[in-house]
C-alpha cells in the first residue's frame, strides 16, 4: 500500500522508465545494502518484461549504477557500463526465456564478493549471493529473497533483517533493545523454515537503528545474521 | 490518520471536515511520514520546480533519443503555436508541447518527475504548467494540485500496480490523465465532487489502453499519447466543473480498470509483442536497432 504522497509524485528521476530504469536503480542499491561486500563478478538474470525490454529502457545501465551506489537522479547512470569497469567489476546479462511464476519485472541477482570466506554464498560462481528483487511500477520495488530465505524488502523505511535460529525469545530480547534507543517500530514480521530451525525476522522501523544498537543485537545468543538497512534515497 | 482505501471515503472525509482533496491529501502525509506542512509544501514545490525545468529544456530541444525515434516535437508544437493554421488556444497548444517535452526529455534519458510512472509523466506537468502560463493560476498554488493528483494516484495504486508491464498503458496514461484532470480541477477551485468526477471522466476514456512500444521504448507510441493525455485531462476537468456526470463512481472505475488490466492479454503489457509494437514498421526498425 501506498504510504506517501511522494511514492506516487516522484521521484525526480533519470528516464526512460520509473519500473525498468529507477525501479532497477533502486533494486542495485537495496542489493548494495545487503551484499555490503564490494562487487567481483554480477550475473543479472532477467525475467519477462525486464528480459524483453532491457536494453532500450536502461535497465542494464540502471541495475549496474544501483550496485554502484548511484541515485535515481544521478546523470552518470547513462555512463553507468563504464564506471562499472572502472570500479573493476565484470557483469553479465541473461535474459530469461521461458514460462516462470515470477512478477513481470524480475531480476536474480548473483553475485560474487570480495572479502567472502570460502563457502558463504557470493564466495565464487558455483555459490553466488543470490537476490531476487522486482519492480513493481513508479520506482517501486521490493525484494523476496536473498539467498535461501524468503524476505519483503521494500526499502521504504529503515529496516532491521535477522537470521536467527528459532527459539522462545528472540523478539522480546531484540524489541528490548529497539527500545532503549527509543526508536519506534513500524511493523515486525517472523518468518522460519520450520520448528528450531533459521528464522527470519524483518522490522520496520521509524528510525535506522544505530550501529551500537545493531552489535548489541548481534551479542544475542542464535542471532547468525543482522542486516542493518536505512530507506532508499530520494 | 490513515490513507484512505476508496474514493467514497475521501469525500466522506471532505464533506465532514468541509476541507478540501489536497487538504485530505496533506493530512494523511502529515499522520504517515510525521512531517510538518511546510516540509511537505516544499518537497512539492521542488518536484514542480524540477518539471518545469523539464519542459523549459525539452520544448527548446532538438536532440534525438538515443534510439533515433523521438525528439524535436515539442519544439514543432511551440513553433506552430504562432502559425496562422493553428485553431487550438495557447493553453491547448502548450498542454500538447509540455506533454510531449515531458516525455522526449525522459527518451533523452534526462532527469524527469515521475508522475505516477516515467511513461505517464507528461499529463500532470502539462495542464498544471499550461494553466499557469496561459490562464495565469498561482505557481504556488499549484502544490495544492499535485498533493490532489498524488491522493488520487494512492488510492489508485491500492487496487492496480501503476506499471503497463502489470496492466497495460491505462495504468500508467490512464491513471496520469486521470491524476492530472484532477489536479487541474482542485487548482481551479473546483468541489470535491467534481475533482473526482473529473478523473472519472478521464480514466473512462483510456480504459483498456494497451502498452504496445516499438522495441519496448518508451518512445512510440508513448511520447504522442503523453502530447493528448493532458489535453484530454483538460477537457474532462472542464466537463466536470461544467457539470457533466461521469455516472459510474470514480470507484468502479478504477476496479474496473483493474479487472481490464487483468484480462488484457500479456503481450499488449509492455512486452513489445503485440499492438503498434508488433506493425511491420516496427518489426523492420526493432530488428535493426537491435542487431
Redesign the interface.
Known sequence: ???????????????????H??GAVRLGNLVRQIAQNPVQEAKFILY??FA??Y????TDRGLLAGLLGLTV?D?Q??DAFELARKAGFTYKFSPFDGPNAY???TVKFQLVLHNVKKGEPGSNKENPFTIVGH?????RVYLSKINDYNVSLKGESPTLLLFYTDQPGMIWQVTKIIASYNINIASLQCTREQRGGTACMTILL?ELLPEAGVKEVQQIPGMTHTLNMDKLPE | MKPFDSFDALLAHCEKENCTISQAAFAVEKAQSGREQSEIEANLDALMAQMRQTIESGIASDEKSMSGLSGGDAKKIMAFLNMDQCFLPPVTMRMIAYGLATLEENSRMKKIVACPTAGGSGSVPALLIALEHEHKTNPDKSKFGLATAGIIGQIVAQRMHLSGAAAGCQAEVGVASGMAAAAAVETLGGAPQQVLEAAAISMQNLMGLVCDPVAGLVEVPCVVRNGISGVQAGVAATMAMAGVNSFIPLDEVVDAMAEVGRMMNPRLKESAEGGLAQTPTAVEFTNKFFK
Open positions: 500500500m501506498s504510504g506517501s504522497l511522494f511514492d506516487i509524485i516522484g521521484p525526480i528521476m533519470i528516464g526512460p522508465s520509473s519500473s530504469t529507477a519477462n518484461s524483453k525490454t536494453q532500450g529502457h536502461g537522479h546523470d547512470i547513462r512478477s513481470p519485472n519492480s513493481i511500477g513508479g520506482g521509524d
